[in-house]
């Protein structure tokens, strides 16, 4: 199975490199475009059986699947470019990550219904995505190609297309409030006596914990918490402290504000 990724950049280069790691694609099944070669060169330096070129209308040929990875406002350019060159019977599987192109826009430009829009997160760089998955139809039947091919990349899981922005929000929004917690409580760290450094692999820990036990045991954050919140203790002083100061509230106004 081949495929092209028209778009090798931040998202593109790092499914790229992601997949050639998997098992779904032989790293000769890769075919990459960027605008440029120094793109290009980078990404063949590291997979040198990787089939890397400037020439989209050249890359589309003999694809299975065309996974269309440019800025939003260059996807109808790209599309109108190769569209002469899809298959006439348009049997390919077209994916974009182009964020709020809807699927519907996708399929008028395409001409084809075999379209499906992903969403992954930055961590999709090594291999720790969570990503959504959506199409017009959840039940047509390359569903599960592309929840297979994300899989490779992290955690997938498909969404009806209308909870794309709200899903959007908590995790590709949602790793910058992530990484501006572990920010806030790193420097607070420093605060109270941890060096810099010690505090932000402190708490970069704490989170990976904090998630793991609760994928592990399925169980409500407010269990764990109630675990280690001993009454009159110090972390139910802490915790109450971050919630005058408006802690939760603030998270849900954050994600409200991102799919006003
Ligand atoms: N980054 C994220 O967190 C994220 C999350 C979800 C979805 N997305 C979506 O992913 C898409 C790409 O975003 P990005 O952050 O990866 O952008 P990016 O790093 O700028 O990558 C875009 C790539 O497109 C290439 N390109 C530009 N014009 C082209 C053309 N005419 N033909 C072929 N390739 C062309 C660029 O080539 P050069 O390298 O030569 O300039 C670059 O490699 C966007 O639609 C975005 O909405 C991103």
């Known amino acids: ?22 098992s779904i694609f032989a790293e000769n099944e890769i075919t990459c475009t960027a605008a440029g070669n120094a793109t290009l060169q980078k ?21 299975d699947i065309i996974l269309f990875a440019v800025k939003p406002w260059l996807m ?7 569209k002469p060159y899809l298959a006439p019977d348009r049997s390919q599987l077209y994916i974009s990550v182009a964020a709020g192109i809807p699927c519907q826009q996708l399929e008028e430009w395409i001409e084809s219904y075999n379209v499906i829009r992903v969403i992954p ?35 997938t899981m498909v969404v009806p297309e209308s909870q794309l922005a709200a ?31 010690d505090a932000q ?3 970069e820990h704490t989170m990976i914990g904090a998630a793991e036990l609760l994928l592990a045991k399925g169980t409500h954050p407010a269990t764990e918490i109630d675990k280690v919140t001993t009454p009159g203790g110090i972390t139910i002083r802490g915790l109450n402290e971050m919630e005058h100061a408006g802690f939760t509230s603030a998270v849900i106004r954050g994600l409200k504000e991102c799919v006003r």
Not at 76 to 82: L, T
């Open 121 to 155: 997160n930055t961590a999709i760089e090594i291999g720790r995505s969570m990503t959504f998955i959506s199409a017009s139809d959840l039940s047509m039947p390359q569903m599960k190609l592309a929840e297979q091919i994300f899989s490779e990349l992290g955690n």
């Open 1 to 22: 199975m081949k495929i092209t990724i028209i778009g090798a950049g931040n998202m593109g280069g790092a499914i790229a490199r992601g997949l050639a790691k998997g």
């Open 167 to 197: 899903c959007t929000a908590l995790a590709s929004c949602g790793i910058a409030f992530a990484m501006r917690y572990i920010q806030a409580s790193a420097q607070g760290g420093v605060e109270i006596g941890i060096k810099a450094s």
């Open 201 to 203: 692999r402190i708490v």
């Open 43 to 63: 990404l063949g330096a590291e997979h040198p059986q990787m089939n890397l070129t400037t020439d989209n209308v050249q890359a589309v040929a003999g694809a």
């Open 76 to 82: 109808k350019e790209v599309i109108d470019q190769v």
